[in-house]
């Protein structure tokens, strides 16, 4: 399945795999940061913008919105110029938005800065994870879910100091800013090390990223998880703050639960998948994620609660990276097979807001974690053969 002009994933001499992973692994954790350091923050932006729940979701929408525009150019735009430009050039857009998102007047202005933000943060998830196949083809192992696990880290990380900064009655303008800083020291230290060459001199095809083929289950797959990782996102601070009233300094534990479980299951997954194979975890995943969303919409007790959120995460964990990982080796450039499944799998971040929040208003939250457990359960409790990574050799030597 190949077409001319492609320059291979390079290694670039012995020290890239090595080095491309600690910068690899620098761009996740920037990217985690990132992203949950605003959704930690979304009730205030609520009450700031005085957002009715329906309301909220058509402004999250706006991130999403961002998110898919970005994906459907970014297939040939990595294609182009390369996924470590890709990933620069959307970490720069993060730096520089993500501090504004706390200081929007209006609803009207903040769709229009998620929009960008959810642009070049797509980009920056295309290119960091097409380095990271790359990276991957050069261990001959299976490491992507180490990368995500960092991602985890830094969300995790995020929602942390956003709890502790609710709690203290920092601004979200403040807090985001500060946040600004922090990333642009990791990716000026990761921006040197990101090598992996992946280049098609003359892409031949569509002119967009869309699944076909093998791709198609993938992106299904895709679809399931992000809609469950958007709803937690979205809604976990929403839920405990209205359903179980919990106190301001609380809100954000439904976050960091699920994203503390999810940070676990990455950094360890690798070896989980080397030992049983990634349809049996993803499979084992979807169930834990369906019985965490059930769990949770049953349930009064803070506790339980939270319990039913970290399964989410830690069930959730494994599905994204591994279709990525399965995408990009089925592809000729990593970026546009991940770009291609990611189009339609993060399309679940632009209905699922929307859709969640008006299913809020007119039944309450505990029906539509209801209708999304139902979604995960359908798409992931089967088997899906084209989650195995054609390129991996397990008998590898390992680093």
């Known amino acids: 399945m190949s077409r001319g002009g492609m320059t291979p994933p390079a290694a670039g001499g012995g020290a890239v795999p090595r080095a491309g992973r600690r910068a690899v692994t620098l761009a996740f954790l920037a990217n985690g940061l990132a992203v949950a350091s605003f959704l930690v923050r979304i ?99 299976s490491i992507m879910l180490g990368f995500h696990g960092a991602w985890s880290v830094g969300a995790l990380l995020a929602a942390s100091i956003g709890s502790l900064a609710m709690g203290a009655g920092v601004s979200v303008g403040a807090h985001l800013a500060a946040i600004s800083v922090v990333l642009a020291v990791l990716v000026l230290l990761a921006a040197p090390n990101l090598r992996v060459e992946d280049r098609i001199a003359a892409p031949a095809g569509p002119r967009f990223a869309l699944p076909s083929g093998p791709l198609l289950p993938l992106a299904g797959i895709a679809f399931a998880a992000a809609l469950g990782e958007a709803t937690v996102s979205d809604w976990s601070g929403i839920h405990l703050a209205d359903e179980l009233r919990v106190e301001p300094g609380r809100v954000g534990w ?30 084992t995943g979807g169930a834990l994620a369906t019985a965490g969303y059930l769990t949770i919409a049953v349930s009064d007790v803070l506790a339980l609660t939270l319990l039913g959120f970290a399964a989410v995460g830690g069930g959730l964990g494994v599905t994204v990276p591994l279709v990525f990982a399965a995408a990009g080796s089925r592809a000729d450039s990593p970026g546009a097979g991940v770009a291609a499944v990611a189009t339609v799998g993060y399309f679940a971040f632009v209905i699922g807001p929307p859709v969640v929040g008006l299913v809020a208003d007119l039944t309450g939250l505990r029906v539509s974690f209801t209708l999304v457990a139902a979604v995960i359960g359908v798409i992931t409790l089967r088997r899906h053969p084209q989650l195995a990574p054609v390129h991996l050799d397990v008998s590898a030597a390992r680093d």
Not at 101 to 126: F, H, K, N
């Open 254 to 283: 439904g976050f960091v639960a699920s994203t503390a479980a999810m940070t676990a299951i990455r950094l360890t997954g690798d070896r989980i998948v080397r030992r049983v194979g990634a349809q049996r975890v993803v499979i």
């Open 43 to 141: 009730p205030d932006v609520r009450d700031m913008l005085a957002l009715r729940e329906a309301a909220l979701g058509f402004v999250l929408a706006g991130l999403a919105v961002g998110v898919v525009l970005g994906l459907v150019v970014s297939g040939v735009v990595a294609a182009r110029l390369g996924s470590r430009r890709l990933t620069f050039i959307g970490a720069v857009t993060s730096v520089v938005l993500l501090p504004l998102t706390g200081l929007a007047p209006s609803a009207a202005v903040l769709v229009v800065l998620l929009v960008a933000i959810g642009l070049g943060g797509a980009m920056m998830d295309v290119g960091m994870n097409a380095q990271g196949v790359g990276v991957e083809r050069a261990y001959g192992r």
